[in-house]
């Protein structure tokens, strides 16, 4: 089975500063995604972007951007110029190509960001 | 489109009760997965449905089942509650669950088991 590893429990950030998130993932699959999920205090879970495996590209999304590293099997999750509303706790998920299929999820990194 | 629903929004139950829990996915959406999120284990999948079918499971015992409508809407069921079922469970839509889509997430039941 596919494990998903959070080493970093908790993470704190200077507003206007840049954190890096880590994610590190077991696999022996080579057709898979990546994704990294945002769950606010007390508000619904949602996502902030996504790695199809056969791209080298990173993604990116505005102020959120990925490093991903293949054969390392690692994926890191970039913030730049860090805001009150990124406060929350960051979940790495993974799931193989296909349909159907599930999702695995890290423990979780909680984040705040200090004004 | 009004988000995924989940009722009811909070639960506390007993040892050896049984719960239902409901989940109306995002309109269109065919498929419904659920999730166990507890602070020690993060988030754990449970199952997923599609067209009233279940296409997977997680690795979770007979006590867990769900089913799925002709509406898309979804229940879980949990008999015979014991202490360590106590956890918030979210679910999940999406248009067809293939991998790279967004699943939407409700904002989860608590349950709360004494």
């Known amino acids: 089975a596919q494990t998903v590893t959070q080493s970093q429990p908790e993470m704190s950030v200077q507003e206007a500063e840049t954190v890096t998130l880590s994610c590190t993932y077991d696999t022996s699959e080579s057709d898979y995604y990546l994704f990294w999920y945002k769950q606010p205090p007390s508000r619904q879970m949602i996502l902030v972007i996504r790695q199809e495996a056969y791209k080298q590209q990173n993604a990116t999304e505005n102020r959120f951007s990925v490093n991903f590293q293949k054969a390392a099997k690692s994926f890191s999750l970039k913030i730049s110029d860090s805001q009150l509303g990124d406060a929350a706790m960051y979940f790495c998920a993974y799931r193989s190509a296909g349909t159907g299929n599930q999702f695995y999820f890290g423990t979780g990194t909680s984040l705040t960001v200090i004004p | 489109k009004a988000g995924v629903t989940q009722t009811p929004r909070y639960l506390i139950k007993t040892r050896g009760q049984q719960v239902t829990l409901s989940c109306s996915p995002i309109s269109g959406h065919r498929s419904v997965s659920w999730y166990q999120q507890t602070p020690g284990q993060g988030l754990q999948f449970l199952f997923e449905?599609?067209?009233?079918?279940?296409?997977n499971k997680g690795n979770f015992p007979g006590r867990f089942s769900g089913r799925q409508f002709s509406n898309s809407r979804s229940e879980m069921n949990v008999s015979t509650l014991e202490l360590g079922d106590s956890a918030l469970y979210l679910c999940?839509?999406?248009?067809?669950?293939?991998?790279?889509?967004?699943?939407?997430f409700g904002p989860g039941t608590r349950l709360l088991v004494l």
């Open positions: 999940a839509s999406s248009l067809a669950g293939t991998a790279f889509e967004t699943q939407y």
């Open positions: 449905y599609f067209s009233e079918t279940q296409r």
